[in-house]
Nanobody
Framework: QVQLVESGGDLVQAGGSLRLSCAAS????????MDWYRQPPGKQRELVAT???????TYADSVKGRFTISRDYTKDTAYLQMNSLKPEDTAVYYC???????????WGQGTQVTVSL
């Protein structure tokens, strides 16, 4: 079973930057796409960014122009570069991926991002 492990969450001041990493235990080439979701305190989980196997990317309107999703096949890792962070970006960030053959979904355990004023 594939495991996804996020890292990089931290406490940062507004305007700062963080880079989240999502390391897969298997080859990310086997995924149809990889996503980053987030769940703010007391709210539902929401989709932040997606990168497809072909490299296409999409973003939530709230993060467009500030966040960038990428992946490195040599390291089997996806990234979320977050710039110009705002307090409303505070959330637990989760990595998600879907297997391209079985369409099985995999989730990481989450990493906390806290943005202070």
């Amino acid at each position: 079973q594939v495991q996804l492990v996020e890292s990089g969450g931290d406490l940062v001041q507004a305007g700062g930057s963080l880079r989240l990493s999502c390391a897969a235990s298997g080859s990310i080439f086997d995924f149809n796409f990889m996503d980053w979701y987030r769940q703010p305190p007391g709210k539902q989980r929401e989709l932040v960014a997606t990168i497809t196997r072909g490299g296409s990317t999409t973003y939530a309107d709230s993060v467009k122009g500030r966040f960038t999703i990428s992946r490195d096949y040599t390291k089997d890792t996806a990234y979320l570069q977050m710039n110009s962070l705002k307090p409303e970006d505070t959330a637990v960030y989760y990595c998600h991926a879907q297997d391209r053959v079985s369409y099985r979904n995999f989730w990481g355990q989450g990493t906390q991002v806290t943005v202070s004023l």
